[in-house]
T-cell receptor, first 112, second 114 residues
Framework: GESVGLHLPTLSVQEGDNSIINCAYS??????FIWYKQESGKGPQFIID?????DKRQGQRVTVLLNKTVKHLSLQIAATQPGDSAVYFC???????????FGKGTRLHILP | DAGITQSPRHKVTETGTPVTLRCHQT?????MYWYRQDPGHGLRLIHY???????DKGEVSDGYSVSRSKTEDFLLTLESATSSQTSVYFC?????????????FGPGTRLTVT
């Protein structure tokens, strides 16, 4: 069946370094992809999305890269800060589809 | 933050009792969703609604029912709670923006079934 997954359940990064969180998806018909951040005790929060007709999209300190050839996307966080400590989920959706599928999440630890 | 509230925020109940969780939105969004979140499983869709009185099942719908009589409220009912339904439940809302259904989540309800 359709799935969205992350490569690593946990990632530790030094404060100030860049973080890269990876995600793979199985459905080649997925039309858009979304990254969410979930802090402890809170609901997931939208970070950035990207349509399948794009390779790259930038936000504030975040960049999402999409490689449709290998069905892979990544979230890059520049100059990682303590406030970036959270679980990050990727999710995918199809065109005209009101549901999205979530991956299992990667916990990002920030080292002082 | 999107105008989404969930009630109760915490609940402890006994096996076999009925439980209803409420999601309330002030955004007038068409779509509403109920997820459960468990360690090692991420977020799994239970039921969702695409309009008043219009609902559909998600991937883990067994043991759950939903109702949506008003745009702003989406209720999740466990008819007879079991220990396997101990979880954190999140409600989400969305509208289509250029074909992307960006979802906004509530704060969650932690349910413990003893």
């Amino acid at each position: 069946g359709e799935s969205v997954g992350l490569h690593l359940p946990t990632l530790s990064v030094q404060e100030g370094d860049n973080s890269i969180i990876n995600c793979a998806y199985s459905n080649s018909a997925s039309d858009y992809f979304i990254w969410y951040k979930q802090e402890s005790g809170k609901g997931p929060q939208f970070i950035i999305d990207i349509r399948s007709n794009m390779d790259k999209r930038q936000g504030q300190r975040v960049t999402v890269l999409l490689n449709k050839t290998v069905k892979h996307l990544s979230l890059q966080i520049a100059a990682t800060q303590p406030g970036d400590s959270a679980v990050y989920f990727c999710a995918s959706g199809g065109n005209r589809d009101d549901k999205i599928i979530f991956g299992k999440g990667t916990r990002l630890h920030i080292l002082p | 933050d999107a105008g989404i509230t969930q009630s109760p925020r915490h609940k402890v109940t006994e096996t076999g009792t009925p439980v209803t969780l409420r999601c309330h939105q002030t955004e007038n969004h068409r779509y509403m969703y109920w997820y459960r979140q468990d360690p090692g499983h991420g977020l799994r869709l239970i039921h969702y609604s695409y309009g008043v009185k219009d609902t559909d099942k998600g991937e883990v719908s067994d043991g759950y029912s939903v109702s949506r009589s008003k745009t702003e409220d989406f209720l999740l009912t466990l008819e007879s709670a079991t220990s396997s339904q101990t979880s954190v439940y999140f409600c989400a809302i969305s509208e289509s923006s250029g074909g992307v259904y960006e979802q906004y989540f509530g704060p969650g309800t932690r349910l413990t079934v003893t």
